[in-house]
């Protein structure tokens, strides 16, 4: 299984990724949130395939979805998702992602 923690920024309702395998191409998907919208999504993308990863964010179940659920465009959840299902289909490597805001010197 793998396991994502996302810390969105202001709204602070943190969420709970978690991929697992089921079976030649088939994952599990299941999200714990404060926040509605975000379960809510969760229970529309409850599975994915491996090729869910590969396909582009206009024709992506979970892009499609969350743009159905989702008020926040620029929640990072989405990615997170498929983040965690390129690594548990062993596509990717586990490494934490970040965005961090640089404030210009006066």
């Keep these: 299984m793998t396991r994502v923690v996302v810390s969105p920024g202001a709204c602070g309702m943190e969420s709970t ?6 079976d030649s191409g088939t994952y599990s998907v299941k999200i714990g949130s404060d926040c509605e919208m975000v379960v809510k999504l969760g ?8 090729m869910d990863a590969f396909k582009k964010a206009l024709d992506n ?15 990072p959840v989405p990615s997170a998702i498929l983040k965690a299902l390129e690594v ?13 805001f640089v404030k210009e010197p006066e």
């Design 17 to 22: 990724i978690e991929v697992e395998k089921k």
């Design 43 to 50: 229970e529309e993308i409850s599975e994915l395939t491996m």
């Design 61 to 75: 179940p979970v892009y499609t979805r969350a743009a159905k659920c989702l008020r926040h465009v620029a929640c």
């Design 88 to 100: 548990e289909a062993g596509l990717n490597v586990p490494r934490d992602v970040s965005i961090r």
